[in-house]
């Protein structure tokens, strides 16, 4: 996408190559789809110099984007050709290729099941790449349940899932990106519910508003994921990581959670038990409750975010709990790095032993595209963040 939207650079890694197999799925001699114009990008200050980020190369530090001036986002420049987007995202969730090595599915009707539908590609259980040749609203009447190796590519159409969300049980190595999750009804319906044993996934320019449940539950020993670039709305239980406290084998949960806009949601932004998870250049403002919580066991590091109060000001919350196999209560532990606090955020940091004990973000990957927070941010995300008019790019 060009414009403020598709700067900023990082490294490029590619995690297999494309197949040289056919194109397969369902394909129509459709006329090209009428985009919506993309939004004007707002006349924003210049960017500031990117913050050090650590590396494991004993080195003590880096730069982020290899040292260039980041003026907006990273990775932008995946969008020149379809395939180039897997392995690309940052963080726990780095190594999803989703169905980079698999055909292209070229999804036609937006019927909830049948003859080229978004659920006759998922239920495949070879590799797909999956694409849309049709925007509107696909209203699920159950969970669509996603197999593992597929990227469901939204870019190029506006799709919309709707009445429940997609399910990602037991499986490995998805990409979701570029489309909109709103009016989830029933029960524990989530707009996108990340259980049990999944691994290796990457949520990706994702619009979520108004589910019952909620908008990303990710729980029951799943890891290993990233969300990024995503925008929350019109919700009360945003994200959940970590089912309770009698759930102990969470503890191996790593999530990462970037560039993502929460949009006066309520809370969960996100709750966390037992896992790890690094936030970083995120902005949450107008929250009901609390910005982020911290429930039994968790280590969060909190990094170069913007928090913008309304009526509630605080920000950090902790909620101690007793883990299944402990006999005292415990809350977790978060760790605030160069976060921007305004309206009057209160933080309310936990200054005990246990900070000091949080991960690093450094021991687990070597470098993440991060700059500080600033107003300047804070307008690239609330443009930049979510669904995105975009051409699909080119490609098989």
């Given at each position: 996408?060009?414009?403020?939207?598709?700067?900023?650079?990082?490294?490029?890694?590619?995690?297999?190559?494309?197949?040289?197999?056919?194109?397969?799925?369902?394909?129509?001699?459709?006329?090209?789809?009428?985009?919506?114009?993309?939004?004007?990008?707002?006349?924003?200050?210049?960017?500031?110099?990117?913050?050090?980020?650590?590396?494991?190369?004993?080195?003590?530090?880096?730069?982020?984007?290899?040292?260039?001036?980041?003026?907006?986002?990273?990775y932008a420049h995946v969008d020149g050709s379809l395939r180039a987007l897997a392995g690309q995202a940052e963080g726990f969730g780095?190594?999803?290729?989703?169905?980079?090595?698999?055909?292209?599915?070229?999804?036609?009707?937006?019927?909830?099941?049948?003859?080229?539908?978004?659920?006759?590609?998922?239920?495949?259980?070879?590799?797909?790449?999956?694409?849309?040749?049709?925007?509107?609203?696909?209203?699920?009447?159950?969970?669509?349940?996603?197999?593992?190796?597929?990227?469901?590519?939204?870019?190029?159409?506006?799709?919309?899932?709707?009445?429940?969300?997609?399910?990602?049980?037991?499986?490995?190595?998805?990409?979701?990106?570029?489309?909109?999750?709103?009016?989830?009804?029933?029960?524990?319906?989530?707009?996108?519910?990340?259980?049990?044993?999944?691994?290796?996934?990457?949520?990706?320019?994702?619009?979520?508003?108004?589910?019952?449940?909620?908008?990303?539950?990710?729980?029951?020993?799943?890891?290993?994921?990233?969300?990024?670039?995503?925008?929350?709305?019109?919700?009360?239980?945003?994200?959940?990581?970590?089912?309770?406290?009698?759930?102990?084998?969470?503890?191996?949960?790593?999530?990462?959670?970037?560039?993502?806009?929460?949009?006066?949601?309520?809370?969960?932004?996100?709750?966390?038990?037992?896992?790890?998870?690094?936030?970083?250049?995120?902005?949450?403002?107008?929250?009901?409750?609390?910005?982020?919580?911290?429930?039994?066991?968790?280590?969060?590091?909190?990094?170069?975010?913007?928090?913008?109060?309304?009526?509630?000001?605080?920000?950090?919350?902790?909620?101690?709990?007793?883990?299944?196999?402990?006999?005292?209560?415990?809350?977790?532990?978060?760790?605030?790095?160069?976060?921007?606090?305004?309206?009057?955020?209160?933080?309310?940091?936990?200054?005990?032993?246990?900070?000091?004990?949080?991960?690093?973000?450094?021991?687990?990957?070597?470098?993440?595209?991060?700059?500080?927070?600033?107003?300047?941010?804070?307008?690239?995300?609330?443009?930049?963040?979510?669904?995105?008019?975009?051409?699909?790019?080119?490609?098989?």
């Amino acid at each position: 996408m060009g414009g403020l939207c598709s700067s900023g650079r990082r490294e490029h890694r590619r995690h297999g190559s494309p197949a040289s197999s056919p194109v397969v799925g369902h394909v129509t001699n459709l006329p090209p789809p009428n985009f919506p114009s993309p939004r004007p990008p707002p006349s924003l200050p210049p960017a500031p110099d990117p913050v050090a980020v650590p590396s494991n190369d004993g080195s003590g530090g880096g730069i982020s984007a290899k040292g260039e001036t980041m003026a907006a986002l990273p990775y932008a420049h995946v969008d020149g050709s379809l395939r180039a987007l897997a392995g690309q995202a940052e963080g726990f969730g780095r190594h999803a290729i989703g169905g980079l090595n698999g055909s292209v599915f070229h999804v036609t009707s937006l019927a909830d099941d049948g003859y080229g539908s978004l659920r006759d590609a998922c239920r495949r259980k070879e590799p797909l790449w999956i694409v849309f040749e049709v925007s509107g609203t696909i209203h699920l009447s159950s969970y669509l349940r996603v197999s593992s190796y597929k990227t469901i590519d939204g870019r190029g159409q506006r799709v919309k899932l709707e009445g429940k969300g997609l399910q990602l049980k037991e499986c490995e190595h998805v990409i979701i990106c570029n489309l909109e999750f709103e009016g989830g009804r029933g029960h524990d319906v989530d707009g996108i519910q990340i259980k049990p044993k999944s691994k290796h996934i990457w949520i990706d320019r994702c619009s979520l508003r108004d589910y019952d449940d909620g908008l990303i539950d990710i729980t029951r020993e799943s890891t290993d994921i990233t969300v990024s670039r995503c925008h929350f709305s019109r919700h009360d239980k945003t994200m959940l990581i970590g089912a309770d406290s009698s759930h102990i084998t969470d503890r191996c949960i790593r999530v990462t959670i970037h560039h993502c806009f929460f949009d006066g949601t309520r809370q969960r932004h996100p709750r966390v038990r037992f896992g790890k998870v690094h936030l970083y250049n995120n902005y949450t403002r107008n929250w009901g409750i609390y910005a982020v919580c911290a429930s039994v066991e968790a280590q969060i590091v909190s990094q170069c975010n913007i928090y913008e109060a309304g009526q509630k000001k605080v920000v950090f919350k902790y909620m101690p709990e007793k883990a299944g196999d402990r006999e005292e209560v415990s809350s977790g532990w978060i760790r605030s790095e160069g976060d921007l606090f305004l309206n009057g955020a209160q933080p309310c940091l936990l200054q005990d032993a246990g900070v000091e004990c949080v991960f690093r973000a450094h021991e687990h990957y070597p470098a993440w595209t991060m700059e500080p927070a600033s107003p300047a941010l804070k307008e690239v995300l609330q443009l930049c963040a979510g669904w995105q008019a975009m051409p699909r790019p080119t490609g098989c």
